[in-house]
């Protein structure tokens, strides 16, 4: 290339990035969030819509909860949407976050196999059926991530009075993996798993597994977003940050929500203006 060449290249350039809006190129919000808000194909439905009303591109973080607070709490991302109330109201309490807004639920189901080794389907107490699957020793399939299933998990564990770790190798597997892997490892070897009822109504890779308990009140599962605290890290983005916090509990944001559903079922239930949430 000659040299009047290589200058002419650089002018189109140096014009091309003057016709840019400022800071267009790195418009961008980083979101800390669960595997189930990603593997399910929520996040898929909803940011080309926000990203197409406000121009800010949002870049998922998806692993579990436990991890995606320890993110947030490192100043790594700038908004927190995950699916645990009482980590959220502790992630507040200590500051990273000024405020936790609900934003939608789903619920928890139990899936097995179709022999139903542990004879606990239609079973709608999920303590008294992990109490029996722990009794049958029938395989288990954990997240063992802290995540915010796999803290649902345990709670389970701990009601059914069964400390399902001392089988770890044996009927209970540990993948220490998103709940897709997980769902795939149940498949594998007809284990019984916990799930959020988003990601397994996305999964295909069902063989013999089925919905063996739901419907059980403790099964409800609430997610909440809270923008992380620019007076802990002020590099965070907060004002783009705030838009997509605004934006999923405004009445667009809500609708978004409720219109993502995987043949004809709704996969996500808003509910930002309920008390208590």
Known sequence: MTRPTIRFAAAILALTALALPAGAAERFI???STTSTEQSGLFKHLLPVFEKKTGIEVRVVAVGTGQAIKLAEKGDADVLFVHHKPSEEKFVAEGWSIKRLPVMYNDFVVVGPAADPAK???????AGAFKKIAAAKAPFASRADKSGTHLAELEFWKAAG??????SGQWYKETGSGMGPTLNTAAGMDAYALADRGTWLSFT???SLEIAV?????????YGVMLVNKAKHPH???KDGQ??????VSPEGQKAIAGYK?????LFFPNANQAGA
């Open 30 to 32: 980083t979101v800390a």
């Open 120 to 126: 606990v389907k239609g079973m709608k107490d999920t």
């Open 162 to 167: 069964v400390d399902a770790k001392t089988a």
């Open 205 to 207: 890779n069902r063989k």
């Open 214 to 222: 739901e419907g059980d009140p403790k099964l409800f599962n609430q």
């Open 236 to 238: 965070v983005k907060d």
């Open 243 to 248: 838009v997509f916090v605004d934006w999923l």
């Open 262 to 266: 995987i043949n004809g079922q709704q």
